[in-house]
């Protein structure tokens, strides 16, 4: 099924996954944030950001920070005392 409109492709993922699709890349960056991290902790934040499709660590603080309140140094330590 191919779409000609990107409205029309918002409207039927609406329908169907029942949340925007932004939300949806914003839910799926965030966990694959947490999980390199999770997984390397010494992993650097700039490297983070690349590989879940952020410009730099910059972008990825703030991407954290407003979608998590929180920034990644301060998750990072969080888990390391959960952990």
């Known amino acids: ?3 000609s409109n990107s409205n029309l492709f918002a409207l039927h993922y609406r329908k169907v996954f029942a949340q925007k699709c932004k939300q949806a890349m ?3 960056r965030l966990e694959k944030a947490i999980q390199i991290m999770r997984i390397t902790p010494s992993v ?3 490297e983070v950001a690349n590989q879940i499709g952020l410009p730099d660590e910059l972008a990825l603080y703030k991407y954290f920070k407003r979608h998590l309140h929180n ?3 301060f998750y990072r330590k969080t888990d390391k005392e959960n952990g």
């Open 1 to 3: 099924m191919g779409y």
């Open 26 to 28: 914003v839910k799926i």
């Open 44 to 46: 650097k934040c700039f």
């Open 71 to 73: 920034s990644p140094t």
